[in-house]
């Protein structure tokens, strides 16, 4: 797969409500937090959720205490369970369905998720070898979305996940390498993975290719701080303030991970990344 193709793949995986049967609003557990007003356990329809499967607050999540709600994306994995795996029965229309549909969603956005790091990593200009490892891997992951209800339910998920975090660990260390000698001609970035940096300041800071692998930055204040070819991988950026922030190139940034986040109109997101509708202008 050449990085044109990869970059369609990673664009297309979108979420689309419309073709899902409410899915994260049923299979995943709530709990009562900042997040969410309510507490709901998992294969509970929220409260919220009516019979068409759409929100009756989705206008005012916000407002209503569902601020989760706006910053979960399932990346399509909702759509591909609903119409795909259960070919179009709905648990509602097929109540016997349903235990195995929640059940096989988690999984699915997993799936999702990682085969979403692994085409964004086949964006960038890697050696031949690192390619065709993820190739190799991409297709990997694809066919497990096309299996069975059952046989979703057998993978072993953290198995799964070894190679892949193997090759994108990888695919971090040589971008940010060659960003770092060929484009920024910087020294590479430091590695902070796991830092607590919750509340910190951190206005204006030239973070490039930085390794903020899981890094706790919360409520941290990025405002202006050039976050190139940063890798963001499981970084916690709820509340952060980028305004302003360049991110225009790093790597490995969740629409989830913007989505908790803040910022405006002078954020610079990656191409894949959406402004948040509730960012300020």
Same mark, same amino acid.
């Given at each position: 797969?050449?990085?044109?193709?990869?970059?369609?793949?990673?664009?297309?995986?979108?979420?689309?409500?419309?073709?899902?049967?409410?899915?994260?609003?049923?299979?995943?557990?709530?709990?009562?937090?900042?997040?969410?007003?309510?507490?709901?356990?998992?294969?509970?329809? +929220?409260?919220?959720? %009516?019979?068409?499967?759409?929100?009756?607050?989705?206008?005012?999540?916000?407002?209503?205490?569902?601020?989760? +709600?706006?910053?979960?994306? +399932?990346?399509?994995?909702?759509?591909?369970?609903?119409?795909?795996?259960?070919?179009?029965?709905?648990?509602?229309?097929?109540?016997?369905? @349903?235990?195995?549909?929640?059940?096989?969603?988690?999984?699915?956005?997993?799936?999702?998720?990682?085969? @979403?790091?692994?085409?964004?990593?086949?964006?960038?200009?890697?050696?031949?070898?690192?390619?065709?490892?993820?190739?190799? %891997?991409?297709?990997?992951?694809?066919?497990?979305?096309?299996?069975?209800?059952?046989?979703?339910?057998?993978?072993?998920?953290?198995? +799964?996940?070894?190679?892949?975090?193997?090759?994108?660990?990888?695919?971090?260390?040589?971008?940010?390498?060659?960003?770092?000698?060929?484009?920024?001609?910087?020294?590479?970035?430091?590695?902070?993975?796991?830092?607590?940096?919750?509340?910190?300041?951190?206005?204006?800071?030239?973070?490039? !290719? !930085?390794?903020?692998?899981?890094?706790?930055?919360?409520?941290?204040?990025?405002?202006?701080?050039?976050?190139?070819?940063?890798?963001?991988?499981?970084?916690?950026?709820?509340?952060?303030?980028?305004?302003?922030?360049?991110?225009?190139?790093?790597?490995?940034?969740?629409?989830?991970?913007?989505?908790? @986040?803040?910022?405006?109109?002078?954020?610079?997101?990656? @191409?894949?990344?959406?402004?948040?509708?509730?960012?300020? !202008?």
């Amino acid at each position: 797969m050449d990085n044109k193709t990869a970059k369609k793949v990673r664009e297309s995986l979108t979420a689309d409500c419309m073709n899902c049967f409410g899915l994260c609003c049923t299979a995943l557990n709530i709990a009562a937090s900042s997040d969410f007003a309510i507490n709901k356990t998992a294969g509970t329809p +929220c409260p919220n959720l %009516q019979r068409d499967f759409r929100c009756k607050i989705h206008e005012n999540l916000r407002e209503k205490g569902f601020k989760g +709600c706006t910053v979960f994306d +399932c990346l399509g994995a909702g759509q591909k369970v609903s119409q795909v795996t259960f070919h179009g029965q709905s648990w509602q229309e097929h109540p016997e369905i @349903a235990e195995k549909m929640f059940r096989v969603f988690p999984i699915m956005e997993q799936l999702y998720e990682m085969i @979403a790091f692994i085409a964004e990593a086949l964006t960038y200009e890697v050696s031949h070898s690192l390619q065709d490892k993820l190739n190799k %891997q991409l297709e990997k992951l694809q066919g497990f979305t096309d299996m069975d209800a059952d046989s979703l339910l057998s993978l072993n998920i953290v198995e +799964c996940r070894i190679p892949v975090n193997e090759l994108l660990l990888e695919t971090s260390e040589y971008i940010r390498s060659e960003l770092s000698s060929k484009v920024f001609t910087i020294k590479k970035g430091k590695k902070y993975r796991g830092v607590d940096w919750v509340g910190k300041n951190l206005t204006g800071k030239d973070l490039r !290719t !930085t390794d903020l692998r899981g890094a706790y930055l919360i409520a941290a204040d990025l405002r202006n701080s050039d976050l190139r070819g940063v890798d963001f991988i499981g970084a916690d950026l709820r509340d952060a303030n980028l305004n302003g922030a360049n991110l225009s190139t790093s790597m490995f940034l969740t629409q989830t991970q913007v989505n908790s @986040a803040k910022g405006n109109d002078k954020t610079i997101l990656p @191409a894949h990344i959406q402004k948040p509708s509730h960012w300020i !202008t």
